[in-house]
């Protein structure tokens, strides 16, 4: 079956714009969690949604926002970006119900802010 | 709060030699344990996993045992190959707030040697 599908690959922004990026989860996958990485700070949770709902939320400011849509589609938005939001944007897909069967990973979003 | 401790890296090995990555997390309730790893300008595959306490999760000649009593997960396989070069994480499911979040460890980068 298809994996988690993020979109796009790659984006270059300048400063105070904003972007919003896609994922895609595994068919009848209802939760995704998106997680930010950079050299600095490692691995961390932004947020996570289940069945369009927001579940569970990291520590980021407010100009973080996601939300997923009926077909468990979801999308991030980073406004009025600075150049710390530059990193490797991951979405993780898991059935949300339970952890026993792990989560799987996109490829990533490797934003640049310049 | 729940954390994940890896040693730190570069770890790096001549091939067929026996590695082992060390984890050790602190956790309330009886998280699943996950490691993960990332091959260059990729995301996370899931590498291997348990679920409770003395379980053993192996794939691809990677174990790792579940001790609940060191609260450890150290990563280990016995004859290491070039293609193993990756960064390695260990994760735990943050079951304290019973929802699709993942806590990782700084993450180990393996070198192998031909």
């Known amino acids: 079956k298809a994996g988690v599908t993020q979109t796009p690959r790659y984006l270059i922004k300048t400063r105070g714009q904003q972007v919003t990026l896609s994922c895609s989860p595994i068919?009848?996958?209802?939760?995704v969690s998106w997680y930010q990485q950079t050299p600095g700070q490692g691995l961390q949770f932004l947020f996570e949604y289940f069945s369009e709902t927001q579940r569970n939320k990291g520590n980021f400011p407010g100009r973080f926002s996601g939300r997923q849509f009926s077909n468990s589609r979801s999308e991030m938005n980073v406004s009025t970006l600075e150049l710390g939001d530059s990193a490797l944007y991951l979405c993780a897909s898991s059935s949300g119900t339970n952890t026993y069967y792990g989560y799987t990973f996109g490829s990533g979003t490797r934003l640049t802010v310049v | 709060g729940n954390s994940v401790t890896q040693m730190e890296g570069p770890v790096t090995l001549s091939e067929e030699a026996f590695l082992t990555i060390n984890c050790t997390y602190t956790?309330?309730?009886?998280?699943?344990l996950f490691w993960y790893v990332q091959y260059p300008g990729e995301g996370l595959q899931l590498l291997l996993k348990?679920?409770?306490?003395?379980d053993k999760g192996s794939n691809k000649g990677f174990e790792a045992t579940y001790r609940k009593e060191t609260t450890s997960f150290h990563l280990e396989k016995g004859s290491v190959q070039v293609s193993d070069s990756a960064v390695y994480f260990c994760?735990?499911?943050?079951?304290?707030?019973?929802?699709?979040?993942?806590?990782f460890g700084q993450g180990t980068t393996l070198q192998v040697k031909p």
């Open positions: 348990a679920t409770k306490a003395d």
């Open positions: 956790a309330t309730g009886y998280p699943s």
């Open positions: 994760a735990l499911s943050d079951l304290s707030s019973n929802t699709g979040k993942l806590i």
């Open positions: 068919s009848g996958h209802r939760s």
